[in-house]
C-alpha cells in the first residue's frame, strides 16, 4: 500500500515538474521572440524612421491595400489577375517571414531547447504560435474569412485554400527552405499554364506536398582560388540572403506595379516611378552589407596592394545590379524617358553612402522627393 502511494505521489511529482519546464520552456521562446525583434528592429531603425517620416500618411491605404487585394481572391472580374494577386502575396510573405525567422524559431540558441524541454512537440507548438504572431498576411485573410461568415465561405472555396497555401508556405519557410524555393519558382510559372485561381492552388499544393517528401539535395559548388575576382563569390555564398531578399523585393514591386497598371493605366507612370526609385534604395543598401566584408579584410588587401581596386568592384558590383533592376522595371513598366533620372542619379547616392554610410536613408529620401516633385511640377 505504501509502494503505491509511493509510485503515485512519483508520478504526480513528475507530472508536475514537467508541467513547470513546459511553462518555462514557452515562457523562454517567449523572452527570446520579443529579444531578437528588438535587435532587429534596432537594425532597421535607420529606415524605418526614414519610412515612417516619409510615407507615415499611406500606412492606412497599405493596410487597405492588403484587405483589398485578399478581396481580389473572394470577388474578381479576371482569374488572372487574382492568379497574380496570389503569387504577390506568397512572395511577400516569405520575404518578411524571412526576416523574423532567427526570433520564431530562435536559431542562435536551438541547439540548446533539448535540454530545456526533451519534447519536440512543444518545441513546434512553440515555432507555430510565434509564427501565427509574426504571419501579419495570415492573420489579415484570417480577418477577412471570418467577416464573411462560414455559411458564405464555401462560395469562394479560393480564400480557404489560399490561406492553407499560406501557411504551408510558412512551414516550408521554417523547415524546409529549399521547398520553399522550388515553390515559388513553381508558383511563379504556373501563373502562365493554368487558367483558374483554384487551379492554381492546386498545382501549389500538390508541389508542396510532392517536394516536402522528396530527400534534401547537397549541393557542393566550386571553391575557386581566393584572388581580387573570387571574393564576392565568397561573399556572396557565405550570405546569400542580402542578394535574395532585395531581388525578392524589387520583383514584388514590379509585380504590384503590373497589377496597378491593369487596375490604373492612368497612374501607371507616377507608380514606374515611386517603383524604380524604391527598388534603388533596395540596392544601394546593398553597400553596408558589402562593406562589413570589406572594411573586416582592409589589411589583407592592402597587404596585396589591392584595396583601391577592391572598392571600385564593389561600387561597380552596387551599380551593376542597380542597373539591372532598373532596366527590368523600365521594361516590365514600359518606363518614361524620366526613368533615366533614377539611374543616373545613382553614382551620387553611392557617393553619399560610401562617405557618410548612416545617411543613406537621408540621401535617399531627399533624392526621391526631388525626383518626384520634378516629375508633378513640369512634367
Known amino acids: 500500500m505504501n509502494l503505491r502511494r ?37 537594425q532597421l531603425q535607420q529606415f524605418s524612421l526614414m519610412f515612417v517620416t516619409l510615407f507615415f500618411i499611406f500606412i492606412p491605404q497599405l493596410i487597405i491595400g492588403v484587405f483589398y487585394g485578399l478581396g481580389k481572391l473572394v470577388s ?3 482569374h488572372d489577375l487574382a492568379i497574380k494577386v496570389a503569387f ?13 525567422k532567427p526570433a520564431i524559431m530562435d536559431t542562435a540558441h536551438r541547439a540548446f531547447h533539448p535540454t530545456l524541454l526533451r519534447s519536440r512537440l512543444h518545441q513546434y507548438a512553440a515555432d507555430w504560435l510565434l509564427l501565427l504572431a509574426c504571419h501579419s498576411l ?19 472555396p479560393q480564400l480557404p485554400g489560399f490561406m492553407l497555401v ?22 511563379f510559372v504556373a501563373i502562365w499554364l493554368v487558367a483558374t485561381i483554384e487551379i492554381y492552388l492546386a498545382v501549389i499544393l500538390l508541389w508542396l506536398a510532392l517536394d516536402w517528401i522528396r530527400p534534401r539535395l547537397r549541393v557542393t559548388l566550386p571553391q575557386p582560388r581566393l584572388n581580387l575576382a573570387s571574393f564576392w563569390y565568397y561573399v556572396i555564398q557565405a550570405s546569400p540572403w542580402m542578394l535574395l ?14 497589377i496597378i497598371g491593369k487596375e490604373r493605366p492612368d497612374l501607371l507612370h507616377y507608380y514606374t516611378l515611386v517603383i524604380l526609385l524604391v527598388n534603388q534604395l533596395w540596392w544601394s ?15 589583407y588587401w592592402r597587404g596585396l596592394d589591392v584595396y583601391s581596386q577592391l572598392v571600385l568592384s564593389q561600387s561597380l558590383l552596387i551599380y551593376g545590379v542597380s542597373l539591372v533592376s532598373w532596366l527590368g522595371g523600365v521594361l516590365l513598366l514600359n518606363g518614361e524617358p ?24 537621408v540621401a535617399w529620401g531627399s533624392f526621391s522627393v526631388t525626383v518626384m516633385m520634378i516629375k508633378v511640377l513640369f512634367l
Open 166 to 187: 499560406q501557411w504551408l508556405f510558412a512551414l516550408a519557410l521554417l523547415y524546409r527552405p529549399q521547398t520553399l524555393l522550388s515553390a515559388i519558382l513553381v508558383a
Open 285 to 299: 543598401s546593398l553597400y553596408l552589407d558589402t562593406n562589413k566584408q570589406v572594411a573586416g579584410r582592409r589589411a
Open 338 to 361: 524620366f526613368s533615366l533620372a533614377v539611374i543616373l542619379g545613382s553614382p551620387l547616392l553611392m557617393w553619399v553612402v560610401q562617405r557618410h554610410p548612416q545617411r543613406l536613408a
Open 6 to 42: 509511493l509510485l503515485t505521489l512519483a508520478l504526480s511529482l513528475s507530472r508536475y515538474l514537467g508541467e513547470v519546464a513546459m511553462l518555462h520552456f514557452y515562457q523562454y521562446r517567449y523572452r527570446a521572440w520579443r529579444t531578437a525583434l528588438a535587435v532587429l528592429m534596432k
Open 88 to 100: 504577390g502575396f506568397v512572395l511577400l510573405q516569405s520575404l518578411l517571414l524571412q526576416a523574423v
Open 245 to 258: 531578399w532585395r531581388s525578392g523585393a524589387s520583383l514584388l514591386t514590379m509585380w504590384a506595379g503590373l
Open 76 to 78: 474578381f472580374d479576371s
Open 138 to 156: 495570415f492573420i489579415a485573410a484570417l480577418i477577412l474569412a471570418m467577416s464573411i461568415g462560414i455559411d458564405k465561405l464555401w462560395q469562394a
